[in-house]
């Protein structure tokens, strides 16, 4: 198992507040990602990143915002929290470059995701 | 583009006995990754079991299983002798092999709910 981790697990905070969501990752993965997932429904992929420097929009569009300035961190940013953006946000990394299926390579890990209430 | 279809919402399956959990996928690709994640209660996305689709040899993780049939595009997964532990949401992922051509090149499908009766 890849070892991926998210903080907060669970947080509760109010309408307009900023809030970031910490994501980290020991392995030296070059690719992370950011899933949002809604209760019973499935997974959208809401940002990416291939590198340092390197980030994406995914196919859900979110008004969040990530950075990825060091490999082993992808942190996940809400300006301003709205009720909407109540949901679970999966953290999740891939060695997608060079490193063979059975070691790992090309299989996404995911953290334990955070949950996020906004009230 | 991609699509992956589990037609079992639900399955129910009396501890220490077997289930088999349905999936079909859609895709033009010649090489891809198939994979079966598990999704407890906890929610985080735990990896099940995966297969590369051009080794024709069916891949097992202890009582994990699977059966890929890849002119069927199927990929079911067989859980035996279950336990209670393995009560949760099971999803099947289809991923391109060219998966730096963007984004993650992940497709899932919608789930099962996999319920484990004592």
């Known amino acids: 198992e890849a070892d991926i981790y998210q903080t907060p697990r669970y947080l509760v905070i109010g309408t307009g507040k900023k809030i970031t969501l910490e994501c980290s990752q020991t392995?030296?993965?070059?690719?992370m990602y950011w899933y949002q997932q809604d209760p019973g429904m499935e997974l959208h992929l809401i940002h990416y990143s291939y590198g340092v420097n390197s980030t994406e929009k995914g196919d859900l569009s979110s008004e969040s915002t990530v950075s990825r300035i060091r490999t082993e961190h992808f942190p996940l940013t809400l300006e301003s929290a709205r009720p909407s953006h109540t949901s679970q946000y999966l953290c999740?990394?891939?060695?997608?470059?060079?490193?063979?299926?059975?070691?790992?390579?090309?299989?996404?890990?995911f953290g334990e995701g955070s949950w996020l209430t906004v009230v | 583009a991609q699509t992956v279809t589990q037609s079992q919402p639900e399955m129910s399956v009396q501890e220490a006995e077997t289930v088999t959990l349905s999936c079909t996928y859609d895709t033009s690709e010649s090489d891809y990754y198939l994979f079966w994640y598990k999704q407890p209660p906890s929610r985080q996305m735990i990896l099940v079991i995966r297969?590369?689709?051009?080794?024709?040899q069916n891949a097992t993780e202890n009582r994990f299983s699977v059966n890929f049939q890849k002119a069927a595009k199927s990929f079911s997964l067989k859980i035996s002798d279950s336990q209670l532990g393995d009560a949760a949401m099971y999803f099947c992922?289809?991923?391109?092999?060219?998966?730096?051509?963007?984004?993650?090149?992940?497709?899932f499908g919608k789930g099962t709910h996999l319920i484990i009766q004592p």
């Open positions: 992922a289809y991923r391109s092999y060219d998966s730096g051509g963007g984004a993650d090149g992940l497709t």
């Open positions: 999740a990394s891939s060695h997608d470059q060079g490193q063979g299926f059975w070691f790992g390579g090309n299989t996404i890990y």
């Open positions: 297969q590369e689709a051009y080794k024709q």
């Open positions: 392995m030296g993965h070059d690719k």
